[in-house]
T-cell receptor
Framework: GENVEQHPSTLSVQEGDSAVIKCTYSDSASNYFPWYKQELGKGPQLIIDIRSNVGEKKDQRIAVTLNKTAKHFSLHITETQPEDSAVYFC????????????FGTGTRLKVLA | GAVVSQHPSWVICKSGTSVKIECRSL??????MFWYRQFPKQSLMLMATSNEGSKATYEQGVEKDKFLINHASLTLSTLTVTSAHPEDSSFYICSASHRANQPQHFGDGTRLSIL
């Protein structure tokens, strides 16, 4: 079945360093890839997304890259700050039918001050 | 924009009672709403997808008679956990999408504890 793998499961970086989280999807029909940040006790918040007709998208310190051939996409956070500490989820959507998401397993990012 | 409100945020009740959770899109019309369940330190598990005015589509393994979903308007969907038992205790999260292939915007979840 459809699957999204996410790595690493935990990531610790020093404040100011960069963080990279990678996801691989299995469904070649997937064409929309959002990233969510979830803080403790809260719902996921959309931080950036990319569609399959684009290879890279950037929003200030956050960027996402997509490699359709290899079926993987990555989240890049530069100049990390303590408030970036949270759990990050990638997702893939096939864009057909109900447009439901297949979520990755999550990455717990800890930014050390 | 794209604010989704979920209520209540936390509920504790006795085994055997039914609990209703509301999900509202505050500043947009949501043609589709989704209900998820999340266990501690785990990912989100889709339970069902609901479109306004039609029956919900449940994921495999989710009991539709146990988890009743109603999406009566473009801004409101409800999840009712019927005859709740301790194993139903979890974090339930809804999301809403304005239209097909648009981002899902999530509520802040409801923590359900069944004693």
């Amino acid at each position: 079945g459809e699957n999204v793998e996410q790595h690493p499961s935990t990531l610790s970086v020093q404040e100011g360093d960069s963080a990279v989280i990678k996801c691989t999807y299995s469904d070649s029909a997937s064409n929309y890839f959002p990233w969510y940040k979830q803080e403790l006790g809260k719902g996921p918040q959309l931080i950036i997304d990319i569609r399959s007709n684009v290879g890279e998208k950037k929003d200030q310190r956050i960027a996402v890259t997509l490699n359709k051939t290899a079926k993987h996409f990555s989240l890049h956070i530069t100049e990390t700050q303590p408030e970036d500490s949270a759990v990050y989820f990638c997702a893939a959507s096939s864009g057909s039918g109900t447009y439901k998401y297949i979520f990755g397993t999550g990455t717990r990012l800890k930014v050390l001050a | 924009g794209a604010v989704v409100s979920q209520h209540p945020s936390w509920v504790i009740c006795k085994s055997g009672t039914s609990v209703k959770i509301e999900c509202r899109s505050l500043d947009f019309q949501a043609t589709t709403m989704f209900w998820y369940r999340q266990f501690p330190k785990q990912s989100l598990m889709l339970m069902a997808t609901s479109n306004e005015g039609s029956k919900a589509t449940y994921e495999q393994g989710v009991e539709k008679d146990k988890f009743l979903i109603n999406h009566a308007s473009l801004t409101l969907s409800t999840l009712t956990v019927t005859s709740a038992h301790p194993e139903d205790s979890s974090f339930y999260i809804c999301s809403a999408s304005h239209r097909a292939n648009q981002p899902q915007h999530f509520g802040d979840g409801t923590r359900l504890s069944i004693l």
